[in-house]
T-cell receptor, first 113, second 116 residues
Framework: NAGVTQTPKFQVLKTGQSMTLQCAQD?????MSWYRQDPGMGLRLIHY???????DQGEVPNGYNVSRSTTEDFPLRLLSAAPSQTSVYFC????????????FGNGTRLTVT | QKEVEQDPGPLSVPEGAIVSLNCTYS??????FMWYRQYSRKGPELLMY????GNKEDGRFTAQVDKSSKYISLFIRDSQPSDSATYLC????????????????FGQGTILTVHP
């Protein structure tokens, strides 16, 4: 039982490049979410999903896309990277949106130059 | 003004001390309150989850919620060096309906160091 797995652990991008951050969970959790963590800002919700085929925006969705084609996977796409997207990104899951995020991945540290 | 305010610290205490971590909030719609612990280079882990005003105890940890004052606290008794981490408060609105469904708002986190 691996919990929530995020890849890659580190990534450096140039401004304007695109990439996908991967997130997978093996606990059959309905609810998955993406957060970014910046110094002095806590964690801020980017996008979330309450089940396969259903996604919605969080607090800071601009510049990011998500999809949820399976229960297990919830990738986050950066469409055109900007230096303001330099951050640590965390994926989280829980059995339902009524339960707070129980399992977090160990994060992807992204630098945009 | 941020919806959730948390003193970032850092907070440094000797082993065995009682630690008090606090958050204030402005949104009266918040009904569910959580505390997460985050070790360096790791994802947060859920420590405590409370709904109503009052106290909830789990081992050395006690979560306290005062909705009338919009104030929550986490107390750690007999603190250990292994408690050294960043502690994040988080909260959200009702389960059913509304734009807050399933969405958490986090505090900035308090960095705690417990010295042996």
């Amino acid at each position: 039982n691996a919990g929530v797995t995020q890849t890659p652990k580190f990534q450096v991008l140039k401004t304007g490049q695109s990439m996908t951050l991967q997130c997978a969970q093996d606990m059959n959790h309905e609810y998955m979410s993406w957060y970014r963590q910046d110094p002095g800002m806590g964690l801020r919700l980017i996008h979330y999903s309450v089940g396969a085929g259903i996604t919605d925006q969080g607090e800071v969705p601009n510049g990011y896309n998500v999809s949820r084609s399976t229960t297990e996977d919830f990738p986050l796409r950066l469409l055109s990277a900007a230096p303001s997207q330099t951050s640590v990104y965390f994926c989280a899951s829980s059995p339902s949106p009524r339960v707070p995020p129980l399992h977090f991945g160990n994060g992807t540290r992204l630098t945009v130059t | 003004q941020k919806e959730v305010e948390q003193d970032p610290g850092p907070l440094s205490v000797p082993e065995g001390a009682i630690v008090s971590l606090n958050c204030t909030y402005s949104n009266s719609a918040f009904q569910y309150f959580m505390w997460y612990r985050q070790y360096s280079r790791k994802g947060p882990e859920l420590l405590m989850y409370t709904y109503s005003s009052g106290n909830k105890e789990d081992g050395r940890f006690t979560a306290q919620v005062d909705k009338s004052s919009k104030y929550i606290s986490l107390f750690i008794r007999d603190s250990q060096p292994s408690d050294s981490a960043t502690y994040l408060c988080a909260m959200r609105g009702p389960n059913a309906g509304g734009t807050s469904y399933g969405k958490l708002t986090f505090g900035q986190g308090t960095i705690l160091t417990v010295h042996p």
